[in-house]
């Protein structure tokens, strides 16, 4: 079991930056694949980013490459996502989520979810 708490979220004005945190519970935070997944109003869930278990792979959707980066720390047993130039496009819940799956950019393939935080960017 991993519990996941999300932080870090806000109102920011557009071009600026925030940096989320995801902590997780438990011992085997290494062992799973993080990703970041967002939620507008009325829209599906989406997925934002994703990083290995061992940190050697990330991948992001087309909309925030070059604007946003996710990392992880399994020695703290968090992940990160430092979101530069945001846009008021980009105003969602962000859920972090973790899978023991390989690195997927599938919602359905996470076991576990935090219950969100709420990042809302103004023109």
């Known amino acids: 079991q991993v519990q996941l708490v999300e932080s870090g979220g806000g109102l920011v004005q557009a071009g600026g930056s925030l940096r989320l945190s995801c902590a997780a519970s438990?011992?085997?935070?290494?062992?799973?694949?993080m990703c970041w997944f967002r939620q507008a109003p009325r829209k599906e869930r989406e997925f934002v980013a994703v990083i290995s278990r061992d940190d050697a792979n990330t991948y992001y959707r087309d909309s925030v490459k070059g604007r946003f980066t996710i990392s992880r720390d399994n020695a703290e047993n968090t992940v990160y996502l430092q979101m530069n130039s945001l846009k008021p496009g980009d105003t969602a819940i962000y859920y972090c989520?973790?899978?023991?799956?390989?690195?997927?950019?599938?919602?359905?393939?996470?076991?576990?979810w935090g219950q969100g935080t709420q990042v809302t960017v103004s023109s």
């Open positions: 989520a973790a899978t023991l799956q390989t690195i997927t950019t599938m919602n359905y393939e996470y076991q576990y």
């Open positions: 438990g011992r085997t935070f290494s062992r799973y694949a």
